[in-house]
């Protein structure tokens, strides 16, 4: 998935990024990442000479970390550095915490703050006097008990509360993920291309590949705990990064009774070249998840959005590289079409030849379902739409609607069809999480319906993220950028009386076929 077809292998796409202003992290990137194995050199290298914060702390936001040579030993995270570099790390509770499942309570809130048997800084001596035993006899080897674990690691402290479910692992974790692994190995945007709008590089997907993730680790998730009931999860990991090796629970404790101590042996520790760490109760410590967006990615997203590192920020360039894996596993038409057309805002995608309108209906649901007159009725509007006006003077494009039932489809047929869709539509509720696998045009919208007065930011925020648009509708209100509704769950939020008003959406999408919204 890495490197698209008729793109660049990794030699080149190397070759190309030296000299760009991220060189040094490439560097010491392909320098640890991509050296044969030998475990005098972890220590001489890493224990010595790496007390740096700056070379070891590649980037950093709330719950998201990426670390060049982190250690573990006895289930507790150490990180390596010098008395001078230690200052320069963030407070450990911005990047990790206990683990626990979250609860809303001020006692759990509490316990899910990090200790020093979580994660601990210490110094290189420290280090060594450790994991490294020095005998008085000097004939006798130096025994090094740190062990490498090669190639580049996700490191996943989440329990399965939130990892079980579609949303939150794809649109969330997934998500996140990608947008820091992705804004971390990228070349920052010049500053006069960050600042503009129309600048092409927010609107292009060819941008150097970043270096494989090799391994997932789930250190507080068995095997069972990131796998939704309907299976889109591990349908999507296994598409979307084919080789990348899963660890779970059971065997991070098989890492973690490996390093204790037996009898007069010293500890041993696990060493990795490359992690990013991930914690969801850091992120919500963040100022964007905690108080703004309650989207863990989110904190991942802005940070390297502000660093100028999220190259196709407009049309989820960064994201590209996975949904354009899971479109190839689907067997879906391929990322093709995508191209700037001028430097004006609103032309730079182009229009899509057929407006697909693809309504995700949960009428099959258990809950949070619409009023059944209601949803008919609004089956009955989009189907009128075909006879819709010209529109602007151009050849209007063909219309099609599609009334999904995702429990009656494949997953490949579920991601072929978002791959299509223009216009995704639905009540809030995890369906709506295939819109991170739609192709990004001019008029890519997704509409979601709550129970008035409702409104939560996952759809949202994950929409807009993408550089598509969001609209959010009561009945017959609409709110859209820069308007929305505050966070609330009313009475009635999960219920099966949801009213929607079907010539409200007809208009609605008029409007934004029409480039009025
Ligand atoms: C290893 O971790 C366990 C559990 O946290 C703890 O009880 C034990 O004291 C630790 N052992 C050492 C040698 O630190």
């Given amino acids: 998935?890495?490197?698209?077809?008729?793109?660049?292998?990794?030699?080149?796409?190397?070759?190309?990024?030296?000299?760009?202003?991220?060189?040094?992290?490439?560097?010491?990137?392909?320098?640890?990442?991509?050296?044969?194995?030998?475990?005098?050199?972890?220590?001489?290298?890493?224990?010595?000479?790496?007390?740096?914060?700056?070379?070891?702390?590649?980037?950093?936001?709330p719950g998201w970390t990426m670390f060049r040579n982190l250690y573990m030993s006895n289930g507790t995270i150490f990180i390596v550095a010098d008395e001078n570099s230690r200052k320069r790390f963030p407070e450990i509770r911005m990047i990790t915490s206990t683990g626990l499942e979250a609860e809303n309570t001020p006692e759990n809130i509490a316990m899910r703050e990090p200790t020093e048997e979580n994660m601990r800084i210490i110094t290189p001596q420290e280090a060594k006097a450790r994991w490294v035993s020095i005998p008085s006899d000097r004939k006798a080897n130096v025994e090094n008990r740190v062990w490498s674990v090669e190639g580049n690691t996700l490191l996943f402290n989440d329990p399965k509360q939130f990892l079980r479910h579609y949303y939150h692992f794809v649109a969330e974790l997934f998500f996140g993920v990608q947008a820091f692994w992705h804004g971390a190995f990228s070349a920052p945007i010049t500053p006069a291309d960050a600042l503009t709008a129309s600048s092409p590089t927010h609107f292009s997907l060819s941008h150097p590949a970043a270096p494989p993730m090799h391994r997932a680790i789930f250190a507080h998730s068995n095997a069972d705990g990131w796998r939704d009931d309907p299976g889109f999860n591990s349908y999507f990991l296994r598409a979307a990064l084919p080789s990348l090796i899963v660890e779970h629970q059971e065997d991070w404790n098989d890492r973690i009774i490996a390093t204790r101590p037996v009898g007069d042996q010293?500890?041993?520790?696990?060493?990795?070249?490359?992690?990013?760490?991930?914690?969801?109760?850091?992120?919500?410590?963040?100022?964007?998840?905690?108080?703004?967006?309650?989207?863990?990615?989110?904190?991942a997203w802005d940070y390297m959005r502000l660093h100028g590192k999220l190259r196709g920020l407009h049309i989820g360039g960064w994201w590209a590289p996975l949904r354009e894996a899971v479109w190839r596993f689907a067997g879906a038409p391929e990322a093709s079409g995508i191209t700037t057309r001028n430097r004006d805002d609103k032309q730079l995608l182009p229009m899509p030849e057929r407006i697909v309108i693809s309504y995700i209906s949960r009428q099959g649901a258990r809950n949070r379902k619409l009023i059944p007159r209601d949803h008919e009725a609004l089956v009955k509007s989009m189907k009128e739409l075909r006879k819709r006006r010209q529109l602007d003077g151009q050849i209007p494009p063909e219309w099609e609607f599609n009334e999904l039932l995702a429990e009656r489809m494949t997953k490949d047929d579920q991601v072929k069809a978002a791959a299509r869709t223009t216009i995704m539509l639905g009540v809030h509720g995890n369906g709506l999480t295939h819109l991170v696998f739609m192709k990004p045009n001019r008029a890519s919208t997704v509409i979601e319906i709550f129970y008035p007065k409702g409104f939560a930011h996952d759809y949202h925020w994950t929409t807009r993220s993408l550089g598509m648009t969001h609209v959010a509708v009561w009945n017959d209100k609409i709110y859209t950028h820069p308007e929305k509704p505050g966070v609330d769950y009313p009475e009635g939020f999960q219920g099966n009386e949801i009213p929607v008003h079907g010539p409200t959406i007809a208009k609605l999408i008029e409007d934004r076929v029409a480039g009025k919204i």
């Fill in 1 to 61: 998935m890495i490197f698209r077809h008729g793109s660049l292998n990794r030699r080149d796409a190397l070759l190309l990024l030296l000299g760009a202003s991220s060189m040094h992290i490439w560097s010491m990137l392909f320098g640890t990442a991509m050296a044969p194995s030998d475990q005098s050199i972890v220590i001489n290298t890493h224990l010595q000479h790496n007390g740096d914060a700056q070379e070891q702390l590649l980037a950093h936001a």
């Fill in 266 to 299: 010293p500890e041993r520790a696990w060493h990795f070249p490359i992690v990013l760490f991930t914690d969801r109760s850091a992120a919500h410590r963040g100022r964007m998840c905690g108080s703004t967006t309650q989207r863990t990615a989110s904190e």
